[in-house]
């Protein structure tokens, strides 16, 4: 039987100090029983005790292959239940803070894509003319929908191929929700601007004509993460009027603008590497999330290597940064007595579903 779970109230006022020593005693305990996952976004305090770390595909593939009992996911809700799904039966899928979500996966829900969906019915035959490809940072009933219409799960690093193979199951995309992944991947790929439409999800066709639906390659839901909202065309213009020797890199959450401006894009795993196996001595101006950013700064400023956040103001993923240490020791210790809080379960009838569109993504890409 499961013990009374220790209360999260004595944690909070714990120094990270002692939270450090006490994760690292309880990792210790709890041994091969359990694995953490750290995505690049989480801050030092906590990246530092990740077992394993990754974008959102090398997560979801680590949690798929892992054996641990207990897969203790430093990053945001829609990546927990992506474990959760992927993982074999009798392993639980544990987020830290759950209040730990992905404002742009909230963009979209399951009633709005639905209505879409039927909406489009008058215009098309959706599950004869449409993929529905959805990003991975969206809720598990979309990516349940997904799997039950023909479609697929993308990441920001397989966007393009998941694109190719949507478009080899039908003739156009809906892919939601973040629109700027959508078309930067698009244009890409050689799709024009006026063949990827926007769907507004508060407007009665999404506000789209007849023509627009009918003529559209891809039709984009309107999401965006907030984060990459904050990356401008001008601070890319303005930080190479200063240094022209610059490279930019941005991560295709950013608008088509800044994209455009950034001669390398890619996910957060990319962006790692680019910078990691450049020539010494360059100059790096980069559009992704600050604690990522400042980690890979430090990482390599001793090869000479400078790397630089793309905006003036800083600003980083306040959902990401809800996983502190007090929250991690707090899981971690209430495994070491028996106890399991925080446990993300996706219900059976969505599992089976959302399983069957992650593991296509997971065989194309
Ligand atoms: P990556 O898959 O590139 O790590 O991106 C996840 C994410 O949430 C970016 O905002
Ligand atoms: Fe979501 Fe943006 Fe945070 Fe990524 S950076 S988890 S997309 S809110």
């Given at each position: 039987m499961q013990k009374a779970a220790l209360d999260i109230q004595n944690y909070a006022l714990l120094d990270d100090n002692e939270c450090n020593a006490?994760?690292?005693?309880?990792?210790?305990?709890?041994?091969?029983?359990?694995?953490?996952?750290g995505h690049h976004y989480q801050r030092d305090e906590v990246f530092f005790h990740a077992d394993l770390t990754g974008d959102s595909l090398r997560l979801s593939r680590e949690a798929s292959q892992s054996d641990a009992e207990y897969i203790v996911f430093c990053g945001v809700h829609f990546m927990a239940?992506?474990?959760?799904?992927l993982s074999k039966p009798g392993q639980v899928s544990i987020l830290p803070d759950l209040a730990a979500g992905c404002s742009m996966a909230d963009m979209a829900n399951l009633s709005a894509v639905e209505r879409c969906w039927q909406e489009l019915e008058s215009v098309l035959k959706p599950d004869q003319q449409l993929t529905p490809v959805t990003y991975i940072n969206s809720a598990a009933d979309l990516k349940a929908f997904c799997g039950r219409h023909g479609g697929i799960v993308c990441t920001s690093s397989n966007a393009k191929k998941i694109l190719e193979w949507g478009f080899g199951q039908r003739e156009k995309i809906l892919f939601f929700p973040d629109q700027?992944?959508?078309?930067?991947?698009?244009?890409?790929?050689?799709?024009?601007?006026?063949?990827?439409?926007?769907?507004?999800?508060?407007?009665?066709?999404?506000?789209?004509?007849?023509?627009?639906?009918?003529?559209?390659d891809i039709i984009l839901w309107k999401g965006y993460c907030s984060v990459h909202q904050v990356f401008k065309p001008e601070h890319i213009d303005r930080f190479l009027e200063i240094y022209p020797d610059t490279q930019v890199i941005a991560h295709p959450e950013c608008s088509f603008e800044v994209c455009q401006k950034s001669p390398f894009i890619g996910s957060t795993e990319?962006?790692?590497?680019?910078?990691?196996?450049?020539?010494?001595?360059?100059?790096?101006?980069?559009?992704?999330?600050?604690n990522l950013v400042n980690r890979l700064a430090n990482e390599v400023r001793p090869e000479g290597k400078e790397v630089h956040f793309m905006s003036p103001t800083l600003c980083m993923c306040s959902t990401m940064f809800r996983t502190d240490p007090q929250h991690l020791l707090w899981v971690l210790e209430n495994l070491v007595e028996g106890s399991v809080v925080n446990e993300i379960r996706v219900p059976n009838d969505v599992s089976t579903f959302a399983k069957l569109a992650l593991d296509r993504m997971l065989e194309v890409a």
């Open positions: 006490r994760i690292a005693d309880a990792k210790k305990k709890l041994g091969r029983r359990c694995v953490i996952l239940e992506v474990a959760d799904i700027h992944l959508g078309r930067n991947t698009g244009y890409r790929m050689g799709i024009p601007l006026e063949k990827m439409v926007t769907w507004d999800p508060l407007q009665k066709m999404g506000g789209l004509s007849r023509e627009q639906i009918v003529s559209a990319t962006i790692l590497k680019t910078i990691r196996d450049a020539p010494t001595n360059t100059r790096w101006l980069v559009g992704t999330e600050l």
